[in-house]
């Protein structure tokens, strides 16, 4: 009995030195967006659909994960390039209150009947959602190819405000759609065209964590979503839940 709690106080103690070197401090995020004056709010209007979704976005970049910084050459350099060097995204942390708004969202943009509109409300909350959980939905738009937005190049987690590290309980990728684009190239001075190919990543997480925290708890202030790749940082974004 006494090896069992040797062990579990190792445990906890690694846990703890392995949080001690992240930050959950707003001060150290690269983008906030501030929720905590919509935060568990009940859904008023259908008109609010789209304005709580942008409350909940944060749009942040990444660079590809197929291609070495600079290694596109200057001479067909096109005006957007991000596009291939970069990862375009955008984070939308959804709890009660963004899901609702997210379901109305896009049944309104989709011009949905009250029928078909509760068909796809009940297979929404059915496929995506379940107590206890939340969930990030990171959107990702790339130039280059659909291989580069694949979760398996990334570390991903949240950071709560006392800096502990929270992996997700499942990743889940849709496949990645690809549309034809163009985009005009100053050089050459004429239109190439491009696949554009967009993706989603949801990273799904308990409220309550292993510690018995309640995440979205009068305890912690804020959310933060850290992305990595080989031990380097290239986003972190976060959630002001509390105004506190």
Known sequence: MKLVWVILLIFCGMAWLSCASRSGSLNHADKVADISKVWNQEFKTESDAEKILNQYTIPFRIDNPLIEPGAISSSIRRVDPSHEEQ?????????????????????????????????????????????GQFRIRIEMESGFSSLSINPKFWSMYIVNARGVMIEPLQIVAIPVISEQDSVYSSSHRIKLARNRIQGEITLIFNRITFFKEDLFGPNNRSITLEITRDQKTLARVAWKISGK
Request: aromatic residues 12%; glycine residues 0%.
């Open 87 to 131: 990862i375009y995204c955008k984070a939308i942390l959804l709890d009660s209150l963004s899901t609702e708004a997210d379901i109305r969202y896009q049944a309104r943009k989709d011009s949905l009947n009250q029928k078909a509109y509760t068909e796809y409300r009940q297979k929404y909350l059915q496929e995506k959602v379940q107590n």
